[in-house]
């Protein structure tokens, strides 16, 4: 079994160009791959932008340490003024991603990275409050007051058809 720092590794070699474009958005991916089945066992809580987990960033650093994956660091800012952050598998985590293993997630990364940023965030939140057991009601009332201006209808709808596609849905 493959530890979870290499499970992570592989699954940003498993994006279409070896990358991921924001750490927001690996944090998303890993947090709705876990519940998919993936065998990776961080724990997330809610934050700022939706589910968090302190180990899967700090994970990232190891990752830069062992040469699996390149962090950059980009001058443009988001419209909140942060930074963002491409995170570039080399060889070895390349590799990683040919295990059968983790080819059979194949398919919802790459669904999962042709959905925009904001979806992608509302999605995973909108999951976080029915795994915590919330009906779908409550979870699209708790989603709309923590992330207010972000979930405009087409936003709310792009996410809950992410989750559906993903099997995860349920209203």
């Known amino acids: 079994m493959m530890e979870k720092f290499k499970w992570l590794a592989a699954v ?20 709705i791959l876990q519940r998919l089945g993936a065998p990776m ?16 960033h700090f994970d990232i650093g190891l990752l ?19 930074s ?7 060889e070895p985590a390349r590799k990683l991603a040919e295990r059968p293993e983790v080819k059979k997630f194949q398919p919802e990364i790459k669904t999962m990275n042709n959905t925009g940023s904001v979806a992608l965030e509302l999605a995973a939140t909108y999951d976080a409050f029915r795994e915590m057991g919330d009906d779908h009601d409550t979870a699209l009332q708790r989603l ?16 809950l058809a992410l989750l559906k596609k993903l099997g995860l849905a349920g209203s």
């Open 144 to 159: 709309r007051r923590k992330k207010g201006d972000k979930c405009t209808n087409r936003h709310v709808k792009e996410a």
């Open 84 to 90: 963002y952050f491409v995170l570039k598998a080399t």
């Open 41 to 56: 066992d961080y724990c997330y809580t809610l934050h700022f932008y939706g589910p968090y987990s302190e180990g899967v």
């Open 12 to 31: 940003i070699a498993a994006h279409p160009g070896q990358k991921v474009v924001g750490r927001t958005r690996l944090q998303k991916t890993v947090k």
């Open 64 to 82: 830069e340490a062992f040469g699996l994956v390149e962090e950059e660091k980009k001058n443009r800012r988001l419209q909140d003024g942060s």
